[in-house]
T-cell receptor, first 116, second 111 residues
Framework: GAVVSQHPSWVICKSGTSVKIECRSL??????MFWYRQFPKQSLMLMAT?????????EQGVEKDKFLINHASLTLSTLTVTSAHPEDSSFYIC????????????FGQGTRLTVV | GENVEQHPSTLSVQEGDSAVIKCTYS??????FPWYKQELGKRPQLIID?????GEKKDQRIAVTLNKTAKHFSLHITETQPEDSAVYFC??????????FGAGTRLTVKP
């Protein structure tokens, strides 16, 4: 299957700083990528849909100024958590769907963010 | 928007027994229903999916059934093995994605 790579796998940052997470589709072009957040022992909650060359679509309750999403190319989307706080500590996972497909989405390995 | 409910939240079975996880969805326009397996700290892995024009799909020990009228779908794992232990998520989407996930079921298979 298609490969989606996410970087970094884990990051620890100080409260008030910003953290950037990258999501790359390695062997296919992805016009759309999705960002999820998963708290311990909970489900994957969709944060936003990232469309190449246009603004991201955020889910209700997700602050677009806090979670900046950039999808500058067909293989890369980035999520920047700005002014991070301890409550932002979570597992962030991206997924991407094949450009020519409208079904399966492939997941990155996730990024565990800890804000201290 | 779509709301997906999943039951049970935890499931413990003896090795060799069958396991069944059930999900319901709210949006009748949803037409794609994947199931994912997630091991601790790892990415979700697609194990099987079904589209709304199909009532049942099977892949070796795993099967999924869909009842569009009742808006529910189920995952069936037969002859469970300890390596089946993981968290399983159902999801529903109107193609194309995004997908809305159920709350997850933690399956434990006891040897």
């Amino acid at each position: 299957g298609a490969v989606v790579s996410q970087h970094p796998s884990w990051v620890i940052c100080k409260s008030g700083t910003s953290v950037k997470i990258e999501c790359r589709s390695l062997d296919f072009q992805a016009t759309t990528m999705f960002w999820y957040r998963q708290f311990p022992k909970q489900s994957l909650m969709l944060m936003a849909t990232s469309n190449e060359g246009s603004k991201a679509t955020y889910e209700q309750g997700v602050e677009k100024d806090k979670f900046l999403i950039n999808h500058a190319s067909l293989t890369l989307s980035t999520l920047t958590v700005t002014s991070a706080h301890p409550e932002d500590s979570s597992f962030y996972i991206c997924s991407a769907r094949l450009r020519a497909s409208n079904t399966e989405a492939f997941f990155g390995q996730g990024t565990r963010l800890t804000v201290v | 928007g779509e709301n997906v409910e999943q039951h049970p939240s935890t499931l413990s079975v003896q090795e060799g027994d069958s396991a069944v996880i059930k999900c319901t969805y709210s949006d009748s326009a949803s037409n794609y229903f994947p199931w994912y397996k997630q091991e601790l700290g790892k990415r979700p892995q697609l194990i099987i999916d079904i589209r709304s024009n199909v009532g049942e799909k099977k892949d070796q020990r795993i099967a999924v059934t869909l009842n569009k009228t009742a808006k529910h779908f189920s995952l069936h794992i037969t002859e469970t093995q300890p390596e089946d232990s993981a968290v399983y998520f159902c999801a529903a989407s109107i193609q194309p994605p995004p997908m809305r996930f159920g709350a997850g079921t933690r399956l434990t298979v006891k040897p």
